[in-house]
């Protein structure tokens, strides 16, 4: 394997990058095969974790468990959307474009630049949601979304910064998000529910004797 210039990458960024795809390209095939797939896996079942903690929280809880279902799941686009933009202000390359072999394939085309991780970011914001719907399933969501950030490196995709900066950028879209829209959204359901309760329950006519 050998290696163009990466002085534009920080240094520990460039070297954890070279000793994790070596270890990659030494590994077995079914590993390898499943480390091509694992991210995509990943966020399909952080997906469903987090459709299946915001159900029951829509169906039952109060305002405030309500309004946190509302919006926690929609930071994730929110999340999604900010990388792209930071990909496109920042243009770093690929790393893949430095190494001869990685395990993902054909390295993307140019302009789906590298920083930061899509595929992180979205991980993040996902865990994050889930974490805060429910702590318990949170304790499961982070390291799901932690190896789904390695994997991007394992396969040769990404460098590590790239990673660590779609998780930081995921979890803080998400929590600052949802924090801050979540309380005016339950005082806007809590007052809808006083009305409703308020409203009185409309008589029909009684029958005659």
């Known amino acids: 394997m050998s ?19 070596e270890l ?25 974790l987090l459709v299946a903690v915001a159900a029951p929280r829509l169906l039952r809880a109060g305002p405030w468990g309500r309004a946190v279902a509302l919006v ?18 920042v243009d770093e390359d690929r790393p893949c474009r430095a190494a001869v072999t990685i395990l993902a394939g054909p390295c993307p085309a140019i302009g789906d630049w590298s920083f930061p991780s899509n595929h ?18 949170g304790l499961l969501a982070a390291p799901l979304a932690l190896l789904a950030a390695f994997s991007r490196v394992f396969v040769g995709v990404h460098y590590p910064h790239d990673v660590l900066a779609g998780l930081l950028l995921g979890l803080t879209v998400t929590l600052l998000t949802t924090l801050l829209t979540a309380r005016p959204l339950a005082e806007v359901l809590r007052r809808h529910s006083a009305t409703a309760r308020r409203e009185p329950i409309a008589s029909g006519p009684r029958p005659r004797p």
């Open 3 to 21: 290696w163009t210039d990466t002085t534009d990458i920080p240094d520990i960024s460039a070297e954890w990058y070279r000793d994790v795809v």
């Open 72 to 89: 926690a799941p929609a930071t994730v686009v929110l999340a999604y959307g900010c990388s792209e933009v930071l990909k496109s202000l």
């Open 120 to 137: 992180a970011t979205i991980a993040g914001a996902l865990a994050t949601a889930i974490g805060l719907l429910s702590p318990r399933w």
């Open 24 to 48: 990659a390209d030494s590994a077995p095939t079914p590993v390898q095969w499943f480390a091509v797939h694992f991210t995509e896996g990943v966020i399909l079942l952080l997906g469903l």
